[in-house]
């Protein structure tokens, strides 16, 4: 008897971050105590394949990628649905907060919001919005995102040469703030720090985004730093900043003046950003917590760093605490913020 199938099963998804020049992919599944994880892994390729966000040598991407996602991964990725983050900065975001809008006309207003504040012709982005909260003096605050043609399109050639359907896209910070959630209870506002190579995104989040932000510095640019002051290079560089970070070494003398104005730029938005999020909730020391993830999280001495300028207790967040994933060989602990872009984005499919 010929099968035909009478009830509709949806497909699972997977995660997948395309980094500067790593990529990482997750998948997990429902399970009845916590989430199964299936598979993850990450590789490495040319950072000159992308610019400026676009991925303008796609074959370089794709000889990393594909034996990823046919057989290097731990575990197995059991589909050929994805769900991807584009990193924010290279897009265009906004809160904003518009009264008396019905939703038929929420559209149409965030148009307009565009026009002032995304420096492109509307013909040149992808313009789309999520709706954060509704208040009772009838106020919607609006998660409002633009993002350049150029870069998705480049996304979706290369997840179509792949063979990969796609089930969706974000930007990097809701799949963070998604995986932070998940792992850290309480609602109490937080922020978050995604510290990448290039830059570092920052958010003010309870159970929703209430601010974002982003600083100009990242891993890059202190392996940058390190190579110059000590006249080392980049694989040692490399080295000293994974074991020593900024923390007590035989180098510390040399690097601390050179590291503290990097650093300090980070330390600075975020004390713009309280000041700015106490201004707008008329509230003192709300904010009790800065959570740090991302690749560059693990730098030692980075928390101490913020804690201290900031005066507000910093930790890292694993996002792997609340999956299970035995019986895979679970990742190497330096490693496990590296896959928070990632496994926010596989925790879509619980929300599902």
Same mark, same amino acid.
């Given at each position: ?84 983050? *584009?990193? $924010? #900065?290279?897009?265009?975001?906004? =809160? @904003? ?7 038929? %006309? !929420? &559209? ?33 605050? *609006?998660? $409002? #995102?633009?993002?350049?043609?150029? =870069? @998705? ?7 179509? %040469? !792949? &063979? ?189």
């Amino acid at each position: 008897m010929k099968h035909v199938p009478l009830f509709y099963k949806q497909k699972p998804i997977f995660g997948i971050d395309i980094g500067h020049s790593t990529v990482k992919v997750v998948q997990v599944a429902q399970h009845k105590k916590q989430p199964q994880t299936i598979g993850y892994g990450y590789a490495e390729f040319d950072p000159d394949a992308i610019e400026d966000g676009v991925i303008v040598d796609p074959d370089a991407v794709k000889k990393s990628l594909r034996p990823l996602l046919e057989n290097v991964v731990i575990g197995e990725l059991t589909t050929d649905r994805v769900v991807a983050s *584009i990193p $924010m #900065v290279y897009i265009y975001s906004r =809160i @904003v907060e518009l009264e008396g809008v019905e939703e038929a %006309d !929420l &559209s149409e207003a965030i148009e307009l919001e565009a026009q002032q504040y995304v420096p492109l012709d509307s013909e040149e982005i992808y313009l789309d919005y999520m709706v954060l909260e509704r208040t009772e003096e009838a106020k919607t605050r *609006i998660f $409002m #995102v633009a993002a350049p043609k150029t =870069i @998705v399109d480049s996304y979706m050639a290369l997840f179509t %040469d !792949l &063979s990969l359907e796609v089930y969706g896209m974000e930007p990097s910070l809701l799949s963070i703030i998604r995986a932070i959630n998940y792992t850290n209870e309480g609602e109490t506002p937080k922020i978050a720090i995604d510290f990448g190579s290039q830059s570092s995104d920052l958010a003010i989040y309870d159970q929703s985004l209430r601010l974002t932000s982003t600083a100009s510095a990242g891993g890059d640019h202190i392996t940058e730093c390190i190579m110059e002051t000590l006249q080392v290079d980049r694989e040692e560089a490399q080295r000293i900043k994974t074991r020593y970070g900024i923390s007590k070494s035989e180098w510390q003398e040399q690097l601390a003046p050179a590291l503290t104005p990097i650093l300090t730029t980070l330390a600075n938005e975020v004390q713009k950003m309280l000041r700015y999020h106490h201004e707008r909730n008329d509230t003192e020391a709300d904010i009790e917590q800065v959570v740090i993830v991302g690749g560059g999280a693990n730098l030692p001495g980075l928390d101490n760093f913020i804690s201290r300028l900031t005066g507000i207790p910093v930790s890292t967040s694993d996002p792997w605490e609340n999956l299970n994933v035995k019986p895979l060989q679970p990742p190497h602990r330096l490693e496990t913020t590296l896959y928070t872009t990632a496994v926010g984005l596989a925790l879509r499919e619980l929300e599902r």
